[in-house]
């Protein structure tokens, strides 16, 4: 199977500043329609996802990423509701600040097994989804190309868990932008990393404006 994960375009909850999930995401802004608009350009021009499987987040902000990019790979998207950010439960639709008063300081690595407001997820509880959807991809998708419109917790999640990386906290900060494309392989039981946070097809606008990659909007280590 041959991964190519890619973050959501640049999302209007942002703009208000809001923790969005399904019922809490406006979608895309202008400019991240823009971002999504270059990214189907660019596998229109490159056919390096022609036939591939395109699954994506319900969240609004990935979903529309994903339908920007369904006519181009000539693909429908299938919605996969385990490619979501950390579920943020009771916390959806709150402003940061919000968030902040009611529910203090989200910090996932001392706190692992902490839900992340009521009905939402721990940190421990979401990599074990990533996990589990990971192993779910590459034991239905042997010898296929997936395109899976996801969230930049997912990718880094993803990261850190096939790279074997330790979750102490003090690792480098990773960040994907935003339609960035991530690549694995996985054959013969091994994952392999192609590429990571390839955002050619953005230009000289790379990086871009800056967006939280974490409900509350706390930096990740990893």
């Known amino acids: 199977m041959r991964l190519l994960l890619v973050r959501?375009?640049?999302?209007?909850?942002?703009r208000r500043d809001l923790i969005a999930d399904v019922e809490g995401c406006a979608g895309l802004a202008p400019h991240g329609l823009d971002q999504a608009r270059r990214l189907a350009a660019r596998?229109?021009?490159?056919?390096?996802?022609?036939?591939a499987?395109?699954?994506?987040?319900p969240v609004p902000r990935a979903r529309q990423t994903a339908d920007v990019l369904a006519p181009v790979l000539g693909a429908p998207v299938i919605d996969m509701a385990d490619l979501r950010e950390l579920v943020p439960g009771a916390a959806d639709g709150l402003s940061r600040a919000e968030y902040a008063e009611?529910?203090?300081?989200f910090d996932p690595m001392s706190e692992p097994t902490r839900p992340f407001s009521p009905g939402g997820e721990s940190w421990n509880?979401?990599?074990?989804?990533?996990?589990k959807t990971l192993d779910l991809l590459a034991r239905t998708n042997?010898?296929?190309t997936v395109v899976a419109v996801s969230h930049a917790g997912f990718i880094v999640v993803a990261m850190r868990l096939l790279l074997g990386m330790s979750h102490t906290g003090q690792e480098a900060f990773l960040d994907p932008v935003n339609t960035a494309i991530t690549?694995?392989?996985?054959e013969a039981g091994r994952w392999n990393l192609a590429r990571y946070n390839d955002a050619a097809h953005l230009g000289l606008e790379w990086p871009g404006p800056a967006e939280p990659s974490t409900p509350a909007g706390q930096q990740r280590s990893a």
């Open 8 to 14: 959501h375009g640049y999302s209007e909850h942002v």
């Open 43 to 51: 596998f229109a021009s490159s056919g390096r996802a022609d036939d």
């Open 53 to 57: 499987k395109l699954f994506s987040s």
């Open 102 to 105: 009611k529910y203090g300081q």
């Open 125 to 131: 509880e979401f990599r074990t989804r990533v996990e």
């Open 142 to 144: 042997a010898g296929k």
């Open 183 to 186: 690549e694995w392989t996985f």
